[in-house]
Nanobody
C-alpha cells in the first residue's frame, strides 16, 4: 500500500517561509500528476498546488505567486516552497496524486502554523 510521507512543517511568523517535502517508497510518483492539499480546522481538504508528470504547475488563487511546487522524479519526491506565509495558510498539508489515488493511503500530513 502506498502512503506518502510529508515533512517540513512547523511554526513560522507571518511573512516567513517553509519548504515541505513529500516522499514515498518505490518509483511511483513519476507517472502521476501530483498535488499538495491542505485542510484547516473545521474545513474540507482542498488542493492548493499541482504539478504534472511533465513539470507544469498550477495553483489555487489564494497561493498563486507565493507557493512553488516542484518535483524530483529520480528521488520520488514532491516539494512545496511556501513564501510570504499568512495566518490563513495555517493547516495540515498533505500530498497525493491529482485526482487522489483511491489505492493510496493519505499520509499523516505536516502541520503548518503561521502566527506571531
Amino acid at each position: 500500500q502506498v502512503q506518502p510521507v510529508e515533512s517540513g512543517g512547523g511554526l513560522v511568523q507571518p511573512g516567513g517561509s517553509l519548504r515541505l517535502s513529500c516522499a514515498a517508497s518505490g518509483s511511483i510518483f513519476s507517472i502521476y500528476d501530483m498535488g499538495w492539499y491542505r485542510q484547516a480546522r473545521g474545513k474540507q481538504r482542498s488542493l492548493v498546488a499541482r504539478i504534472s508528470n511533465g513539470g507544469s504547475a498550477n495553483y489555487a488563487e489564494s497561493v498563486k505567486g507565493r507557493f512553488t511546487i516542484s518535483r524530483d522524479n529520480a528521488k520520488n519526491t514532491v516539494y512545496l516552497q511556501m513564501d510570504s506565509l499568512k495566518p490563513e495558510d495555517t493547516a495540515v498539508y498533505y500530498c497525493n496524486a491529482v485526482p487522489p489515488n483511491d489505492s493510496w493511503d493519505w499520509g499523516q500530513g505536516t502541520q503548518v502554523t503561521v502566527s506571531s
